[in-house]
C-alpha cells in the first residue's frame, strides 16, 4: 500500500480565495511526523509545515494551515487567501519514528494553480 | 549561506558517460539523501547517509554510488549514464538525533540531469 496518497493531481483556485490540498497516509507506527512541501517551477523544494501524530492542535504556519484527522489518516493542507505566488506543485510527506532508515515517505504531489 | 548546495545546478552529458553531482550542507546535520525527481515530479529516495553510513539503498542501479568524504558531504557518482537517468537530482539533510521523526528535510537546490 501507498504509504502517502495524492488524490488531486492539479487543482484550480481564485485568487482569495481558500483551497483545501489533499494528503492521506498508511502507518501502523503510532509515532509520525506529517510534512507539506512546496515546489514552485524555479524548482527548490521549500518546507512549509508539520504535523506531528501525538500534537492536540491543527499546525499553522501564517496562511497555512494542517487539517489533521488521526482516525481518518488524513493531513490536508489548506491555504488560506491564496495568491499568483502559491502556484506550484504541493508534496505532502511522513517520517515514521521507528523507521531506522530515517526515510521520508513523499506522495505524487498536488499541482496548483492560482488564477487571477 | 546556502544551508544545502549542490554543483552543478546543469548537466549534460552523453550516454555511457560518468558524472559526479556534489552536494554539502552546513546546517551541522548527521543525515543526508538523495532523491530522483522524473518528469511527472514524482520524488523517489535514492540513498540516505547517516554518521557516514548507508542506511538506505532503495533499488537503484548499482551504477550509482553515493560517497560521503565526512558528514558535510554526500556526492553522487553515476557510471555510465543512460536515457533513462535523465531527471532532477536532489540532495536533503536533517538532524536525526532526539525526537527525529519531527525533524524536516533542506532539500538543495536540485541539478537537472540530461543525458543525451
Known amino acids: 500500500a501507498q504509504k502517502i496518497t495524492q488524490t488531486q493531481p492539479g487543482m484550480f483556485v481564485q485568487e482569495k480565495e481558500a483551497v483545501t490540498l489533499d494528503c492521506t497516509y498508511d502507518?501502523?507506527?503510532?509515532?509520525?511526523?506529517l510534512f507539506w512541501y512546496k515546489q514552485p517551477s524555479s524548482g527548490e523544494m521549500i518546507f512549509l509545515i508539520y504535523?506531528?501524530?501525538?500534537?492536540?492542535q491543527n499546525a499553522t504556519e501564517g496562511r497555512y494551515s494542517l487539517n489533521f484527522q488521526k482516525a481518518r489518516k488524513s493531513a490536508n493542507l489548506v491555504i488560506s487567501a491564496s495568491q499568483l505566488g502559491d502556484s506550484a506543485m504541493y508534496f505532502c510527506?511522513?517520517?515514521?519514528?521507528?523507521?531506522?532508515?530515517?526515510?521520508?515517505?513523499f506522495g505524487t504531489g498536488t499541482s496548483l494553480t492560482v488564477i487571477p | 549561506d546556502t544551508a544545502v548546495s549542490q554543483t552543478p545546478k546543469y548537466l549534460v552529458t552523453q550516454m555511457g558517460n560518468d558524472k559526479s553531482i556534489k552536494c554539502e550542507q552546513n546546517?551541522?546535520?548527521?543525515?543526508m539523501y538523495w532523491y530522483k525527481q522524473d518528469s511527472k515530479k514524482f520524488l523517489k529516495i535514492m540513498f540516505s547517509?547517516?554518521?557516514?553510513?548507508?542506511?538506505i539503498n532503495e533499488t537503484v542501479p548499482n551504477r550509482f554510488s553515493p560517497k560521503s568524504p565526512d558528514k558535510a558531504h554526500l556526492n553522487l557518482h553515476i557510471n555510465s549514464l543512460e536515457l533513462g537517468d535523465s531527471a532532477v537530482y536532489f540532495c536533503?539533510?536533517?538532524?536525526?538525533?532526539?525526537?527525529?521523526?519531527?525533524?524536516?528535510?533542506?532539500f538543495g537546490p536540485g541539478t537537472r540531469l540530461t543525458v543525451l
Open positions: 536533503a539533510s536533517r538532524i536525526s538525533l532526539g525526537a527525529s521523526e519531527y525533524n524536516e528535510q533542506f
Open positions: 502507518t501502523s507506527d503510532p509515532s509520525y511526523g
Open positions: 504535523q506531528g501524530s501525538y500534537d492536540q
Open positions: 510527506a511522513m517520517r515514521e519514528a521507528l523507521n531506522t532508515g530515517n526515510q521520508f515517505y
Open positions: 546546517l551541522g546535520h548527521d543525515t
Open positions: 547517509y547517516n554518521n557516514k553510513e548507508l542506511i
